[in-house]
């Protein structure tokens, strides 16, 4: 008689696909080193693939492309075992209870760094701004000071004198001073026929051109100087130059990158303010300021040596 028990049929459970990995291992009596050896890979992570402990493979992708691997290493169906992996990896992802650092940062939001140090630097940037604008203020006004006081005090010591009159002079041309130079010296000559007549014009010695004159009875008179003196300034100043006789030759207020040039009888005095911003030139040559600079005016005197 048949039983119940007879009929039935054992169900034999499949084993999973970290097992079957093993048992086509040590079928092939292949060590873990020498299959570690072969994959390129640690024994940690072969046995990691056989126990099934995905969780240690550094995610899906790793563990999917190890897997892979392996089975193709071992000649088994890849297709096949690539589905069953697929389903245990769901399974025990589902199983493993969340870890402690994705539940507080689940928690937590994100704090905005990117906010705060765009905010900072634009403080930043703001008050660098800011202080450069209230330097350049001060500069400007200071300036401003300086050229008021100066001017101040000039039209209580000239109150008659117009500064902007006077305050282009052109140089003469190297012709135009020898004509002044010859009508000086025939004026020169004509005095001196007065003052002393006509016995004693034999002391006298005057060239055919008129350009060179040699008076013995009058040697202690000194010649005339006529220099050339350039101004370049890079910002606002005021300047004064007088010449030997103390005639005022140029009395303003020069624009930044504006160039001036005169000539006068030698020896030149010279006041200039902001003088740390002017280039001298005195006869085609450069002069400094510096030693005979106070509180940033400058003041000398231009002589022509000999």
Same mark, same amino acid.
């Given at each position: 008689m048949v039983t119940e028990a007879d009929e039935i049929k054992a169900v034999e459970i499949e084993p999973s696909v970290g097992k079957r990995l093993r048992l086509m291992r040590e079928s092939k009596n292949f060590s873990v080193a020498e299959v570690a050896v072969q994959l390129r890979l640690t024994k940690d992570t072969i046995l990691n693939l056989e126990n !099934?402990?995905?969780?240690?493979?550094?995610?899906?992708?790793?563990?999917?492309?190890?897997? %892979?691997?392996?089975? /193709?290493?071992?000649?088994?169906?890849?297709?096949?075992?690539?589905?069953? @992996?697929?389903? &245990?990896? /769901? $399974?025990?992802?589902? &199983?493993?209870p969340p870890s402690p650092h994705s539940l507080n940062s689940a928690n937590k939001k994100a704090f905005p760094w990117m906010a705060v140090i765009f905010l900072l630097l634009a403080s930043l940037l703001?008050? @660098?701004?800011?202080?450069?604008?209230? !330097?350049?203020?001060?500069?400007?006004?200071?300036?401003?000071?300086?050229?008021? !006081?100066?001017? *101040?005090?000039?039209?209580?010591?000239? =109150?008659?004198?117009? +500064? @902007?009159?006077?305050?282009?002079?052109? =140089?003469?041309?190297? #012709? &135009?001073?020898?004509?002044?130079?010859?009508?000086?010296?025939?004026?020169? #000559?004509?005095?001196?026929?007065?003052?002393?007549?006509?016995?004693?014009?034999?002391?006298?010695?005057?060239?055919?051109?008129? !350009? +060179?004159? %040699?008076?013995?009875?009058?040697?202690?008179?000194?010649?005339?100087?006529?220099?050339?003196? &350039? $101004?370049? =300034?890079? *910002?606002?100043?005021?300047?004064?130059?007088?010449?030997?006789s103390d005639t005022v030759l140029l009395y303003k207020t020069i624009k930044a990158n504006e160039s001036v040039s005169l000539t006068g009888t030698a020896p030149l005095s010279v006041k200039l303010g902001s003088a740390a911003s002017v280039t001298v030139k005195f006869n085609d040559a450069l002069f400094d300021t510096t030693p005979f600079t106070s509180n940033g005016v400058a003041s000398f005197t231009l002589e022509v040596k000999s």
């Open positions: !099934q402990q995905w969780h240690k493979l550094h995610g899906r992708a790793y563990a999917r492309g190890y897997f %892979s691997s392996y089975t /193709k290493l071992l000649g088994l169906p890849e297709n096949e075992l690539l589905a069953a @992996f697929n389903v &245990e990896y /769901k $399974l025990s992802e589902a &199983e493993l703001t008050g @660098f701004a800011y202080i450069q604008w209230q !330097q350049s203020e001060d500069s400007d006004s200071d300036l401003i000071d300086e050229n008021t !006081q100066w001017q *101040q005090s000039n039209e209580n010591q000239q =109150p008659e004198y117009d +500064a @902007f009159d006077a305050s282009v002079v052109e =140089p003469l041309s190297p #012709t &135009e001073n020898l004509q002044q130079e010859q009508s000086n010296n025939a004026s020169s #000559t004509d005095e001196i026929e007065q003052s002393i007549g006509n016995d004693e014009l034999s002391n006298l010695q005057v060239d055919v051109d008129g !350009q +060179a004159l %040699s008076v013995e009875s009058v040697a202690d008179e000194k010649p005339i100087v006529v220099a050339l003196l &350039e $101004l370049y =300034p890079l *910002q606002d100043c005021w300047v004064e130059v007088s010449d030997a």
